[in-house]
T-cell receptor, first 114, second 111 residues
Framework: DTAVSQTPKYLVTQMGNDKSIKCEQN?????MYWYKQDSKKFLKIMFS???????INETVPNRFSPKSPDKAHLNLHINSLELGDSAVYFC?????????????FGAGSRLTVL | GENVEQHPSTLSVQEGDSAVIKCTYS??????FPWYKQELGKRPQLIID?????GEKKDQRIAVTLNKTAKHFSLHITETQPEDSAVYFC??????????FGAGTQVVVTP
């Protein structure tokens, strides 16, 4: 069983469209994250949810809206897509309450905006 | 907030040689320092980590060292092999805080 799974793996869309990426973890972790990795490979945190509550919200355009229906799921919705949104988006989870901030990443979702 | 700098950005080594990647951090309260390896087209995966109460940790061919006074930590890979080719990320965090990643080091091991 995949520990952190995200869908879709690839997403190609036109500028201005709205799209969503879904993430699920079956590790029982209390915290989930969204990271953006651009072409230069830099891993930038976007959001973090702990037990369904938003705890980190980096400087991200408000076109990006995360939603956590329960602590095993964290979805990312992006409105009015722009060329600069093209990147690989990684979902991750960790059990922060254990004191070890070890991230388990999903396989990534490559978003291409044309 | 925490700021992590990582050097070099690219590192080419001959197979069998050693590779060293260095990181510095800014927040003296940081106490957890993991290293992630990301192979081409794959997800980042934890390879080794160290806490601030330990100065060095080793796992087969990889080792991490931590100098709390100087606020820097390093990854050492000995007897490099082609499968060590990847992007390596260092990171630092304080308890219950987000991990702050370095910019990554592209390691290329040539046969």
């Amino acid at each position: 069983d995949t520990a952190v799974s995200q869908t879709p793996k690839y997403l190609v869309t036109q500028m201005g469209n709205d799209k969503s990426i879904k993430c699920e973890q079956n590790l029982g972790h209390d915290t989930m994250y969204w990271y953006k990795q651009d072409s230069k490979k830099f891993l930038k945190i976007m959001f973090s949810y702990n037990n369904k509550e938003l705890i980190i919200n980096e400087t991200v355009p408000n076109r990006f809206s995360p939603k956590s229906p329960d602590k095993a799921h964290l979805n990312l919705h992006i409105n009015s897509l722009e060329l600069g949104d093209s990147a690989v988006y990684f979902c991750a989870s960790s059990q922060v309450a254990s004191g070890a901030n070890v991230l388990t990443f999903g396989a990534g979702s490559r978003l291409t905006v044309l | 907030g925490e700021n992590v700098e990582q050097h070099p950005s690219t590192l080419s080594v001959q197979e069998g040689d050693s590779a060293v990647i260095k990181c510095t951090y800014s927040d003296s309260a940081s106490n957890y320092f993991p290293w992630y390896k990301q192979e081409l087209g794959k997800r980042p995966q934890l390879i080794i980590d160290i806490r601030s109460n330990v100065g060095e940790k080793k796992d087969q061919r990889i080792a991490v060292t931590l100098n709390k006074t100087a606020k820097h930590f390093s990854l050492h890979i000995t007897e490099t092999q082609p499968e060590d080719s990847a992007v390596y990320f260092c990171a630092a965090s304080t308890p219950l805080e987000k991990l702050q990643f370095g910019a990554g080091t592209q390691v290329v091991v040539t046969p």
